[in-house]
């Protein structure tokens, strides 16, 4: 079996509000990635994280749009790890799991489709585009270094994983107390090789409010979806 995992719980602080249910396009944000995911022949269920408080507002949503592949809609926590547990706990030990932000609207339901071809196939699958500026570490509004930009990435989602490693890379992290910001950071630390599809430019994450001015340009300029 393939499952979406699509997590959109969260403060949204940098948002400044619960940025999942802010409206684009018509629909709040996070129902476009369960749009794209229904839409996708490679997946059967879809499981959606959200805050506790929301849970009855998506149930409401899927239900009114005839979306049939959402199976549970569960509550998330406070880190994004403490959602990607709350989600992983409802999944079984086999098959194979697309992992999405619930704050990237643009993605493609081919781009689902390919990613898990690629993880029956190969193993571990993520999105990625080539870091394009310069990179530079600063600290205290001090430049420190420059970071040379070879071989670096911005990683995106869907990512793909086998569910037996990435239940074992997220479970056995937490002794340890890491956090990643995505999933391919768990696994990555398993040692276990993760293959890179090329990401989009406008498979953008809404992080700040102007990132939702720019998804409805691209969506009234036909850019996006
Ligand atoms: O905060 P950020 O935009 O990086 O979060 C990425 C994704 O993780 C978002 O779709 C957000 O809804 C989700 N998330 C979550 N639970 C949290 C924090 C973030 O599901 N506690």
């Not at 944000?29 to 022949?41: D, K, V």
């Not at 994280?49 to 926590?77: C, L, S, T, Y």
């Not at 489709?113 to 600290?139: H, M, N, Q, S, W």
């Not at 937490?174 to 293959?195: K, P």
Request: aromatic share 8%; glycine share 10%.
């Amino acid at each position: 079996m393939r499952f979406g995992l699509i997590l959109a719980a969260g403060r949204g602080e940098r948002f400044g509000a619960p940025k999942q249910q802010a409206i684009l396009g018509g629909h709040p944000l996070a129902l476009w990635s369960i749009l794209a995911f229904e839409q996708s022949s490679a997946v059967d269920l879809i499981v959606m994280v959200v805050d506790a408080g929301n849970v009855e507002f998506f149930e409401h949503q899927i239900r009114m749009r005839g979306i049939e592949k959402v199976e549970a809609v569960v509550p998330g926590g406070k880190e994004r790890i403490d959602s990607l547990k709350a989600g992983l706990k409802v999944l079984p030990d086999e098959g194979y799991v697309a992992v999405q932000d619930g704050a990237r609207p643009f993605v493609k339901a081919e781009e689902v489709t390919a990613g898990f071809r690629l993880v029956e196939k190969k193993g571990p699958v993520i999105y990625a585009l080539p870091v394009t500026d310069t990179i530079k570490r600063v600290e205290q509004k001090v430049l420190k270094e420059t970071i040379s930009r070879d071989g670096l990435y911005r990683a995106q989602t869907p990512q793909f994983f086998p569910l037996e490693v990435l239940k074992e890379a997220v479970l056995s992290s937490g002794d340890e107390g890491f956090a990643g910001t995505d999933e391919a950071s768990y696994v990555e630390r398993m040692g276990v090789d993760i293959h890179v599809l090329p990401g989009r430019e406008e498979n953008i994450k809404i992080t700040f409010p102007q990132d939702l001015e720019l998804a409805e340009k691209l969506l009234a300029s036909g850019t996006c979806p």
